[in-house]
């Protein structure tokens, strides 16, 4: 875990070594200044030396002056590579989620996953800066320290070490402790961060059904958890903390107390006592620095442990070492022996299907919810892995065919439509981000939604709002549709796209989709059976697979399941599990 850390400082290595260098100049040049105390004090002092007074204090000014260099390009320079190495994790893991597969985002909430792209790289800058100064700069400052207590007074030096391995005894002991506090507060606020995404993407719902309390009461459930875990932390923290002053403060005591002894009895001068009391606290500067470090190497890597556990997550889908691109594609569709069942449910929902797509066709695929119809469809783009068979699109098998081209031949328009935050213009432009301003309006003109935006202050440039909040569905639908006319598929895919729309918006949408639909394949999942009937082949698909296939009147008058719900709706009702 450490060793994959500092691969991190490979690139900003120059900064990381101007950063090591200053830090070791700081902590020489603190060495200094006791030695000038103890030399003003025995020997300047008492005997009127102005003149080497003088020198002594410009010295010091000028390494004072480096010293103040220094420290700046530590506090400003230090942290920029922090920063920089936060930018790139965050970088890389959001690069990798946006590289899994649908399986994971279906069985992880965005807050927690949110939580770890955010929060969990939050301490990495303070840990990247100060972890390997702190270690740096405490060990100069120890060795030296430790040297020139030596050199002072070797048996006051003894009695003061003979604490250190206590000191150490402690910080160890409470490691572990605030390793599992860190650990379960990181976890807690990812849960407080899922509820509170959720709850504010269905704020409209909770207050249509006046249940604001109610998710006031759920969100509170989860940040009290946090307040109780956040609360354990810092207790855990108070007793490190603590201890190490308390250790520090017994330091200094037997310090002043052991070198009082030493003085009285000429073992010591009294210039050599302020050096070596000074020194005592340069010495006990790097404990602090090891004791805090502790802590902090705690907080910071409990979140790159959590960063790790998600960059270590394969997509399930990637391209074959021999995939190709798709060119000059015709979209003759052919599903062979499909079969297929969701990780998290043993109940297969497709099994053993066959049915070839010539090009240029329509189908449209009607039954019983769970049938498998939008699965099917998530299928045909590779979402999801087939479980056996294989899914060919003009004779060659998706495995075969690199994802991103696959993709890009396939255009899906969904019942629920996502708009990204932003302006019509940049919704549309989705499609294809190189497109020109009047490829944009000609999509819009296409789907029906031209003369609309025209009447807006702003025209494409007005702001949809979050998900496309401040337009009707039908509106939404219809820049959808533009979308995929921008993107231009030769296979096209319609998962009940006017369902939930009014029959005046239904029809114009559906002339929007038919003109869509015009010399590309298309697989069309049919809420509404009248929008299909000029299909080329329907197909009625069940839990037991294909049960009825072929055009509208052939299917009525085989008076079969497709006739029964098309009957069940002109009455005005729908058969239970009807879709």
Known sequence: MLRKFITYYRPHWKLFLLDMICAFMISALDLVFPMATSKIIDDVIPNKEIRSLVIITVVLVLLYIVRYICNYVVDSWG???????????????????????????DNTKTGHIMSRIVNDLRDITELAHHGPEDLFISLVMLVGSFIILVNVEWRLTLIIFAFVPIMIWFAITKRKKLEEVFMEQRKKIATVNAQLENSISGVRVSKSFTNEDFEVDKFNVGNDQFRQTRESSFRVMAEFTSGVNFFSNILNLV??????????????????????????????????????????????????????????????????????????????????????????????????????????????????????????????????????????????????????????????????????????????????????????????????IHDFIMT????????????????????????????????????????????????????????????????????????????????????????????????????????????????????????????
């Open 456 to 579: 807006l202050p702003d025209g494409y440039n007005t702001y949809v709002g979050e998900k496309g909040v401040k337009l009707s569905g039908g509106q939404k639908q219809r820049i959808s549709i533009a979308r995929v006319f921008l993107k231009n598929p030769p296979i096209l895919i319609l998962d009940e796209a006017t369902s939930a729309l009014d029959n005046e918006t239904e029809i114009a949408i559906q002339e929007s989709l038919e003109r869509l639909s015009e010399g590309r394949t298309t697989l069309v999942i049919a809420h509404r059976l009248s929008t299909i009937r000029n299909a080329d082949e329907i197909v009625v698909l069940t839990g037991k697979g294909i049960e009825e296939k072929g055009k509208h009147e052939e299917l009525l008058a085989r008076n079969g399941i497709y006739s029964k719900l098309y009957k069940a709706q002109f009455r005005g009702y729908i058969p239970d599990g009807a879709a």
């Open 255 to 448: 310090a002043l107390s052991a070198g009082g002894y030493f003085a009285f009895n000429n073992l010591i001068s009294f210039g050599e006592l302020v050096s070596y009391l000074l020194y005592v606290n340069f010495f006990l500067q790097p404990i602090r620095r090891l004791a805090m470090f502790i802590q902090q190497y705690q907080e910071g890597m409990t979140g790159f442990r959590r960063f790790q556990e998600i960059m270590n997550i394969e997509p399930d889908i990637v391209d074959n070492e021999n995939a190709i691109d798709l060119e000059n594609v015709k979209g003759n569709i052919e599903l062979k022996d499909v079969t297929f069942s969701y990780q998290d449910n043993d109940k297969t929902v497709l099994a053993g299907l066959n049915y070839t797509i010539k090009a240029g066709e329509t189908l449209a695929l009607v039954g019983p919810s769970g049938g498998g119809k939008t699965t099917l469809c998530h299928l045909i783009p590779r979402f999801y892995e087939l479980d056996e068979g294989d899914i060919l699109i003009d004779g060659i098998g998706i495995k075969d065919i690199k994802l991103k081209s696959l993709r890009k031949n396939i255009g899906l328009v969904q019942q629920d439509v996502f708009l990204f935050t932003g302006t019509i213009k940049e919704n549309i432009l989705y499609g294809n981000l190189e497109a020109t301003d009047e490829e944009v309006i000609e999509a819009a003109k296409n789907a029906n």
């Open 79 to 105: 942290h920029i590579v922090g920063t920089r190495m936060e930018y790139d994790m965050r970088k890389e893991v959001f690069s990798h989620v946006q590289s899994l597969s649908f399986s994971y985002f």
